[in-house]
C-alpha cells in the first residue's frame, strides 16, 4: 500500500508538538477524550435536526480498553465517525481542526453544543506515549468504514476496513518502558481511572471502562472471609459538573461534599459562593471559602489559584491570576467556554478574559463576606481568626489600592464592648467631640489594658481599638482616616489645653530634676518631661515621631541588623511619691538619684514592652535597695 507523505512543515511539526508543546505526557489522554466528546455532540447535534439519527443524548457513550498483552489503549466512541476524506483533511493535514469547522459553520445554531476542539493538534499529543495509532471509523450516514494508521512522521494509510457501527475507535500502541519513561502506566486501570478523574471528570458523556474489584466469596464464612476479583464496567467521570446546576437544585452537603473531596480539606467551608455570569464572557465559578486556615497557609508553600475549567476540561488546576493576593485563602473552580487557549490547551495566550473574570469574582468574594458579617457575625470572626490577617495584609500592599474595598470587612479588639468591632460601628458610637478613633498597640488585649497611657481615655469612657498583631499599626496608617477621622495613637492622644498648661508649669517647677534624669540616662532617652496623662502610675515611655514601639519591635523581629529604634521620650507623673523620692535624691544623695533615675527608665520600659538594655544591672539595681 502507497504511503501518503506528510508535508515537510508538517513532519516538523509533528516532531515539535511530540516533544515540546506539552508538558505532561498524561495529557494526551485528555485529548484523545476530549475528541471523542466532540464527535459525540456532533452526531447529538444533528439528532436535533434529523429524526433518522434516532438517537438521544443518553444514548452516547466513551469506552476505554487496555489490553496490556497487545500494550494497546483503545477509546472508542459511538459519535459522528469519519469518511475517507475526514480522515485525509483532519488527521492528515496538522492543525486542521474539523471540531473548529464545525463551530464555525453553525455559529449561533450550535450554541448548545460544548465542543472542544479548535487548534488540530490535539490528536497528535498520543504519539508522545505510542508508536503506532490505528483510527478505525465509520462515519454516521456512511456504507463503508476505513482504517487510518501512522507510526508518526514517516506518514500515514488509509486503506477500507469492516465496523458494524456508526463512531470510532482510536488504538494506541503503548511505547516500551524506557528508563525515563514508565509508558505502561497508561495501560494500568488505577492510572487510566486517575487521570479521567483528573482531566475529564466533566465531560458530559460516560467515559467507561472495565474495572477490576474485589468481593467476599459468597459461600465463605464471615470470621474466615475468602475474597475473590472480579470486573465490573463502571463509568468514571461525574459528568454533570456541580457548578453548572442551578444553586437550587444542589443541597448544602452536596456543595460541602464536593469542597472536601475535591481540596483535600477535612473541614467544611464556611462560605460556598455560586456564581453564574453570562455576557461578554460567559462563566460559571464556584467558590469556597475554607473553614480552617490550611497549614501552610502563611507560608511560601501555599499557592493560591482557582481551577480553571473550558467546557468541563481541566485546562490550569492553579490559576493564580483568578485571585487577588487578599482573597488568596478562597478555593474553588471557574468554567468558561469562552477562554482563549494557546495550542497546548495549557495556558492562556491573552488574559484579557481572565483579568474580567478576577475582577467579577473579587466583586463577589467582597459583597458574600460583607452579607456574611452582617448576618452571621460568630461565623464571621471564625473567619477572621482564620484570614483575617490577610485583609489587614491586603489594606497595606500595594500602598493601600484595595483599601478601601477591604476597611469595612475589618475587625479590631475593642476596649468597651470587649469584642471585635468593625471600624463603622466604632465611628457611629463616637462622641459628637471625638476627634480621632483612638488605638492602642500591644503584644495582647490584657497588656493593652494596663497600659499607663490608656488610664487617662479609658476613664473618661472613650473607646480604644486594641492593636494585637504588627499589621495592625501599618493598617491604620495606610487607611490613615475611615469616614473621615483620623487614626491616632493613644500614646500620641492630644492633652487637654488645662493638662498641658500644668504639665508645663510642673515642668517650670521641677526643671532642676528633669535635667539631672535626663543628664543621668544620656543618649537613651530624647527628653525628660512631666507628664500630662498619667493618674496613678509613675511613668510611661513615649515614642517621639516616626516609628512607634510596636512597629520598633516588628522590625526588630525582621530585620534585627537595620537596629531601626524609636525615640523614647520619658514621662514622669510629678504628683506621685516616686517622683518626690527622686527629687528628694537630687538634692541629698545625687549618686542615689541616678540609681533612681537608671530604675524609671527600666520600668518605663518594660511597661512599654521593650527589652531591658541590661537586665542584671537592673535586678542588680532592685536587689541594692533591698539591703
Ligand atoms: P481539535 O480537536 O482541536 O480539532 P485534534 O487534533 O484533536 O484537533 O483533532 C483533529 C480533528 O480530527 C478533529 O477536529 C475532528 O474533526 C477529527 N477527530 C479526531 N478524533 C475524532 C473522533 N474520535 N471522531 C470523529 N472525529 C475525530
Ligand atoms: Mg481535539
Redesign the pocket.
Known amino acids: 500500500m502507497a504511503k501518503k507523505q506528510f508535508k515537510a512543515e508538517s513532519k516538523r511539526l509533528l516532531d515539535l508538538m511530540v516533544n515540546s508543546i506539552y508538558t505532561h505526557k498524561e495529557i494526551f489522554l485528555r485529548?484523545?477524550i476530549?475528541?471523542?466528546s466532540?464527535?459525540c455532540d456532533?452526531l447529538c447535534y444533528l439528532a436535533l435536526t434529523d429524526q433518522a439519527v434516532g438517537m438521544d443524548r443518553g444514548d452516547f457513550k466513551i469506552e476505554i480498553t487496555a489490553d496490556k498483552e497487545a500494550r494497546t489503549l483503545t477509546?472508542s466512541?459511538n459519535?459522528?465517525?469519519?469518511d475517507r476524506e475526514?480522515l485525509e483533511?483532519?488527521?492528515g493535514v496538522?492543525?486542521?481542526?474539523?471540531?473548529?469547522?464545525?463551530k464555525q459553520e453553525l455559529r449561533d445554531a450550535a450554541k448548545d453544543t460544548d465542543v472542544?476542539?479548535?487548534?488540530?493538534?490535539?490528536?497528535?499529543?498520543a504519539f508522545m506515549v505510542s508508536d503506532q495509532i490505528t483510527?478505525v471509523?465509520r462515519k454516521y450516514g456512511a456504507d463503508s468504514a476505513y482504517r487510518w494508521q501512522s507510526s508518526g512522521a514517516d506518514g500515514y494509510t488509509i486503506s477500507e476496513c469492516e465496523k458494524a457501527t456508526v463512531?470510532?475507535d482510536?488504538v494506541m500502541r503503548i511505547k516500551p518502558d524506557s528508563e525515563e519513561e514508565r509508558y505502561g502506566e497508561f495501560l494500568e486501570g488505577w492510572r487510566l481511572q486517575e487521570l479521567v478523574r483528573k482531566y475529564s471528570d466533566y465531560i458530559r458523556f460516560p467515559i467507561r471502562m472495565e474495572v477490576s474489584k474485589t468481593r467476599k466469596k459468597e459461600d465463605s464464612p464471615e470470621d474466615k472471609p475468602e475474597y475473590e476479583t472480579y470486573t465490573e464496567i463502571e463509568t468514571l467521570n461525574s459528568m454533570v459538573p456541580i457548578w453548572q446546576r442551578a444553586k437550587s437544585e444542589v443541597t448544602q452537603e452536596e456543595y460541602y461534599k464536593f469542597y472536601r473531596d475535591k481540596f483535600h480539606d477535612y473541614a467544611d467551608p464556611q462560605r460556598v459562593i455560586p456564581v453564574s455570569v453570562e455576557g461578554n464572557i460567559t462563566y460559571k465559578a464556584l467558590l469556597f471559602v475554607p473553614g480552617a486556615t490550611p497549614f501552610d497557609y502563611y507560608t511560601k508553600e501555599f499557592e493560591k489559584g482557582l481551577q480553571l475549567y473550558s467546557n468541563g476540561v481541566l485546562i490550569m488546576d492553579k490559576c493564580a491570576d483568578l485571585l487577588p493576593e487578599h482573597f488568596r485563602f478562597v478555593r474553588g473552580v471557574v468554567d468558561s467556554p469562552d477562554l482563549s487557549l494557546n495550542i497546548s490547551r495549557e495556558l492562556l495566550q491573552h488574559d484579557r478574559q481572565l483579568k474580567v473574570i478576577a475582577g467579577n469574582l473579587e466583586k463577589k468574594i467582597k459583597a458574600d463576606l460583607s452579607k456574611f458579617l452582617s448576618e452571621d457575625r460568630e461565623g464571621y470572626q471564625t473567619f477572621w481568626k482564620n484570614f483575617g490577617r490577610q485583609l489587614k495584609y491586603g489594606v497595606v500592599n500595594e500602598y493601600g489600592r484595595h483599601k478601601e474595598l477591604l476597611q469595612d470587612l475589618l475587625l479590631f479588639y475593642s476596649s468597651t464592648e470587649k469584642k471585635p468591632v468593625t471600624l463603622d460601628e466604632y465611628v457611629s458610637r463616637m462622641k459628637e467631640d471625638q476627634k480621632y478613633i483612638y488605638y492602642a498597640a500591644g503584644e495582647t488585649a490584657d497588656k493593652i489594658d494596663k497600659l499607663p497611657q490608656t488610664e487617662g481615655l479609658r476613664d473618661a469612657g472613650t473607646e480604644i481599638l486594641y492593636f494585637t498583631e504588627e499589621v495592625d499599626e501599618f493598617c491604620a496608617q495606610t487607611l490613615r482616616t475611615y469616614k473621615e477621622k483620623e487614626f491616632r495613637s493613644v500614646l500620641d492622644q492630644e492633652i487637654e489645653e488645662g493638662a498641658e498648661k500644668k504639665a508645663e508649669e510642673e515642668a517650670q517647677a521641677h526643671k532642676g530634676t528633669f535635667d539631672f534624669v535626663k543628664e543621668a540616662l544620656g543618649d537613651a532617652v530624647k527628653e525628660v518631661k512631666a507628664s500630662a496623662r498619667l493618674k496613678s502610675h509613675p511613668v510611661c515611655l513615649t515614642a517621639g515621631e516616626g516609628l512607634s514601639f510596636e512597629m520598633e519591635k516588628y522590625f526588630q523581629a525582621v530585620q534585627p541588623d537595620a537596629a531601626l529604634k524609636a525615640e523614647r521620650i520619658l514621662e514622669l507623673n510629678v504628683e506621685h511619691p516616686a517622683f518626690q523620692a527622686l527629687e528628694a535624691a537630687v538634692e541629698a544623695d545625687p549618686e542615689k538619684a541616678k540609681t533612681y533615675a537608671s530604675l524609671l527608665y527600666s520600668q518605663a520600659l518594660l511597661i512599654a514592652g521593650l527589652p531591658l538594655d541590661d537586665p542584671s544591672g537592673y535586678t542588680d539595681l532592685v536587689c541594692g535597695l533591698m539591703k
Open positions: 485529548e484523545i476530549s475528541n471523542a466532540d464527535a456532533k477509546v466512541d459519535g459522528v465517525g469519519m475526514d483533511n483532519n488527521l496538522i492543525a486542521s481542526s474539523g471540531s473548529y469547522k464545525f472542544i476542539g479548535q487548534f488540530g493538534v490535539g490528536f497528535y499529543s483510527v471509523t463512531g470510532t482510536i
